[in-house]
C-alpha cells in the first residue's frame, strides 16, 4: 500500500490591526485591586514597535530556546503588545515574558508555529497567572470570565449531532495530532479512501506505543525482555525464521489467502497453527499479528489478537483535550479545548441529577403493525408518570423496504397515527426530546439497498414525511446513523446495526483460542484499577454473574471487545459494510465515549463495561416469542444503565 499523502495543518492568520482592536476592545475588571496593593512604580510609556525589531529577541528566546517557529500574524501581534507593554525598557523586561509564552505553548502542546489567533489566548493565560502571584492588577486590562454554570439551558447542555454536521477531524500520522479538515465534498477521491485506512492504522499504532506493554524500558531490568515491538512488513526481509509482532489490516488476497498490510507493505499469512485471543476477527480489521517469517515470504501466525482499548482519559490527555465535537461556548477555551476546570463543575451537576434518564427503546418499530401501537401506548403510560430527559427510538418504522412507487403515502400514513398517539401524552411531548434514528428499510437508502445494509452514514428520515410528528412533539430530534448524544460532559454514540449477524456470518475460524484467564497478549489496561478520572461507575462488571447467561455474557464481551477496540463503528470491507469515506470521521470511536448504544435486534439486550464505555443494546421492542417490550434507561449521574419490561 503506498504511502498517504497526510495534509499539513494550515493555522488561521489574524491580521494585526483585528487582533489590536481585540486588545483595545477589553474591558477593566469590576474587582481591581486598590491603589495602595499596586506597584509604586510609574507605568512606561507606550512606544511603538516595528516587527523587525522584536524579531531577533523572538528568535533568540522562541525559536533558539522554545523549538518554536513564529509566524508572521503572531510577530505582529508581539511587537503591538511589547511596545505597549514595556515601553522603551523593552529589550530588557520582554525576555521573562517570551519565555512564559514559550513554555505556556509547549506544556498546552499547541504546535511549533505560533499564529496570532493562539497567542493571544497564551497571552491572557500569562498575564492572569502573573496578576495572581503578584497581587497587583497588570496594565492591560482582561476580562473577567463569569461561570457558565451558574445561569444555563438544558439547550446549552443537551446536543444532538448528526453525523454531516459534525466537525471533521484527521489525524495526521507523521504529526501524531488532530487537525481540523475542510467541509466534506460530494464525491470522495481516490487519495481519500487511502487516507482514511491511513489514519486509521496510525490511530492504532500510537495508541498501542502509548500502552505500557509496548514501551520499552529506559533502564535495563529483569523484565526488559516481556514488552512487545512493533514491526513494519517492509522490515521483515532479512528476518527469515525470527519471530516478529506486526500490525497490519486483514484482507483476503486475489488467490484467496489470508494477508496483512500496513502503509509500508502486505505480507501473506498461515492461520493453520495459530491461537484467536478474545474477539472476533473478520476481514476489514486491524490486528496484532504475532508469528515467524519464513523463507517463502509468508509469515507463519502463532497469534492474533485485536489491539486492546484506550481510556478515554488517556486518549484526551494525549491529544490536548481537544474538543471533536466542537460544542463551544460551555466547558471549551477559545482554540477548541475543553476546560478541565469547568468539566469538573459540570460531571458535578451531571452527579446532582440523579432523575435524569435517557430511555432507549428497542430496534424495529414496525408502524404498519397495530401491536406496536399498542405497545408504544402501553411504553408511554409508564413513561408519562415520570417523563424522561430524552426518548430514543430506532428504526425501521415500517416492516418491509421503502420503495418509491405505492409507499410514500403508505409511510407518511404511519407517522400520522404516531402523532395521534403521541397527542394523548401531553406531559411527556412537552417536556421529553424524541430522537428518532432511521433503519434499513427507512428512506431513502432503502430504495437501492432493498433492505439490506445501506450507505453508511444513514441520513435522517425525510421531513415530508413526519409533519404529523413535529407539530404533536415540542422537541424532536431526526437525527442520523449513527449521530452523538452530548449532555453536560458526557459523549454517548447512538446507532442502529444489525452486528451481531454480521459478526458471526463473517468470522474466521480458528482452531484454538484463548480464554479470557489464558490470554497473555490481552493488553488492555486494568479495569479494577483504571477509570475515567472525570466520571463515576467506569469500572467493568463482572462477565459471568450467572453460569445459565455465561455463555450469552461471553458472546456479548466478544462483540464490545471487537468494536471497542477496534475503535471504530464499521471495521469492515465496503462489500460487507458500504461507507462514506468523506464523512467516516462520524464513525470513529476514538476517544471512547462514555456510553454507546448499539441497537442490534439479532443479539439479545445487554449492558457491559469495558475501558471505561458502557455499551447498551436494548435489542428488539417486540421479541417474537414474547408479548413483553423492553427498554433501556440510561442514568447520566451514576453512567450506568437498568433494564425494564412490561407485558402488553
Avoid at 498546552?108 to 491572557?124: C, H, K, M, T, Y
Wanted: charged share 20%.
Amino acid at each position: 500500500m503506498p504511502s498517504p499523502n497526510l495534509q499539513s495543518f494550515a493555522f488561521t492568520s489574524v491580521s494585526s490591526a483585528s487582533t489590536l482592536s481585540s486588545f483595545n476592545s477589553f474591558k477593566r475588571p469590576t474587582n481591581a485591586a486598590p491603589s495602595a496593593l499596586r506597584s509604586p512604580s510609574p507605568a512606561p510609556l507606550p512606544i511603538e514597535l516595528q516587527p523587525f525589531q522584536v524579531r531577533p529577541v523572538a528568535y533568540r528566546i522562541l525559536s533558539k530556546k522554545h523549538g518554536l517557529n513564529l509566524k508572521s500574524s503572531g510577530l505582529d501581534l508581539l511587537a503591538t503588545y511589547i511596545g505597549r507593554k514595556y515601553g522603551r525598557d523593552w529589550r530588557t523586561k520582554s525576555e521573562p515574558f517570551l519565555d512564559q509564552i514559550g513554555r505556556r505553548w509547549k506544556e498546552q502542546d499547541r504546535g511549533l508555529f505560533i499564529d496570532a489567533q493562539l497567542l493571544q489566548v497564551v497571552i491572557r493565560e500569562v498575564e492572569l497567572r502573573s496578576s495572581s502571584f503578584t497581587g497587583s492588577v497588570t496594565e492591560t486590562p482582561i476580562d473577567i470570565v463569569e461561570d457558565p454554570l451558574e445561569s444555563f439551558c438544558p439547550q446549552e447542555v443537551f446536543h444532538v449531532w448528526d453525523a454531516f454536521a459534525q466537525p471533521r477531524w484527521t489525524y495526521n500520522g507523521m504529526r501524531k495530532h488532530f487537525e481540523k479538515a475542510s467541509r466534506p465534498s460530494l464525491l470522495p477521491s481516490a487519495q481519500q479512501q487511502v487516507h482514511t485506512l491511513s489514519a486509521r492504522y496510525y490511530l492504532l499504532l500510537h495508541r498501542l506505543l502509548r500502552n505500557e506493554e509496548f514501551q520499552p524500558p529506559s533502564f535495563h531490568a529483569s523484565n526488559a525482555a516481556s514488552w512487545h515491538a512493533i514491526t513494519l512488513i517492509k522490515n521483515l526481509l532479512g528476518r527469515h525464521g525470527k519471530r516478529c509482532l506486526i500490525l497490519g489490516l486483514l484482507v483476503r488476497g486475489s488467490n484467496g489467502n489470508w494477508w496483512a498490510e500496513d502503509p509500508s507493505g502486505r505480507v501473506e499469512l498461515e492461520l493453520d497453527n495459530a491461537v484467536a485471543g478474545e474477539g472476533y476477527f473478520v476481514p476489514g480489521c486491524m490486528l496484532l499479528v504475532d508469528g515467524v517469517y519464513t523463507r517463502t515470504e509468508r509469515l507463519q501466525v502463532k497469534a492474533v489478537h485485536h489491539p486492546p482499548a484506550e481510556f478515554r482519559s488517556t486518549s484526551r490527555e494525549a491529544y490536548g483535550y481537544l474538543d471533536f465535537m466542537g460544542i463551544g461556548g460551555i466547558g471549551s477555551t477559545p482554540d477548541g479545548r475543553f476546560d478541565l476546570a469547568i468539566e469538573r463543575k459540570m460531571v458535578a451537576e451531571e452527579e446532582r441529577r440523579v432523575d435524569t434518564k435517557i430511555v432507549a427503546l428497542g430496534g424495529d418499530l414496525y408502524l404498519d403493525d397495530l401491536r406496536t401501537l399498542d405497545a408504544l401506548g402501553k411504553t408511554f403510560d409508564v413513561l408519562e408518570r415520570k417523563p424522561p430527559l430524552a426518548v430514543i427510538l430506532f428504526g425501521s418504522f415500517m416492516s418491509f423496504p421503502f420503495y418509491n412507487s405505492g409507499a410514500s403515502s403508505r409511510y407518511k400514513d404511519n407517522f400520522d397515527q404516531l402523532a395521534q398517539l403521541l397527542l394523548k401524552y401531553p406531559g411527556l411531548c412537552a417536556s421529553t426530546t424524541f430522537i428518532f434514528v432511521p433503519g434499513n428499510n427507512d428512506p431513502w437508502g432503502s430504495t437501492a439497498s432493498a433492505g439490506g445494509p445501506v450507505l453508511w452514514p444513514q441520513r435522517c428520515i425525510p421531513e415530508i414525511f413526519t409533519s404529523q410528528v413535529r407539530r404533536a412533539l415540542k422537541k424532536a430530534i431526526w437525527a442520523s446513523n449513527p449521530s452523538r448524544l452530548c449532555y453536560f460532559s458526557q459523549e454517548i454514540v447512538i446507532c442502529r446495526d444489525d452486528l451481531a449477524s454480521r459478526l458471526r456470518r463473517n468470522n474466521i475460524r480458528f482452531k484454538s483460542s484463548l480464554s479470557a484467564t489464558s490470554d497473555k497478549m490481552d493488553t488492555s489496561p486494568d479495569e479494577d484499577t483504571q477509570a475515567d478520572d472525570l466520571g463515576p461507575h467506569a469500572d467493568a462488571q463482572p462477565l459471568f454473574p450467572d453460569e445459565k447467561q455465561s455463555e450469552e455474557n461471553f458472546e456479548t464481551e466478544k462483540m464490545v471487545r471487537t468494536v471497542l477496540n477496534q475503535g471504530h463503528l464499521s471495521p469492515w470491507p465496503s462489500s460487507l459494510r458500504p461507507v462514506i469515506s468523506e464523512y467516516e470521521h462520524a464513525l470513529s470511536l476514538t476517544p471512547l465515549p462514555h456510553a454507546i448504544i448499539i441497537c442490534d435486534t439479532t443479539a439479545s439486550g445487554y449492558a457491559h463495561s469495558y475501558t471505561g464505555c458502557h455499551a447498551m443494546n436494548p435489542s428488539c421492542f417486540q421479541p417474537f416469542d414474547k408479548r413483553r417490550v423492553t427498554w433501556i434507561e440510561y442514568s447520566t449521574a451514576t453512567r450506568t444503565s437498568t433494564t425494564n419490561s412490561i407485558p402488553y
